[in-house]
């Protein structure tokens, strides 16, 4: 009979911690004071860089969504004075 050993859950924030410490003394010495393994704080790491970059690129995107909408709006005002300007115009040309 084999006995399967429960897979610990870390939180969030011990990930952080974690992750600050090996940047502190390096990946392998934070692991073994930790008691991890190396590879869960690459693994961590690589997750936490992946989250930052996406958030960091919807941010730019939001951004420039934003621009375009005001860019839109502008263009949308200047056309109606157009319209107005053009059917004003054309009324006293008869």
Known sequence: MTTKTKRKIHTAEF???????????????AAKELKLYESQIYNWRATNERKSSTSQREAELAAEVAKLKRQLAEKTEDLDILKKAATYFAKNQK
């Open 15 to 29: 990930k952080a911690e974690a992750l600050k410490l090996a940047s502190r003394v390096g990946v392998a010495a």
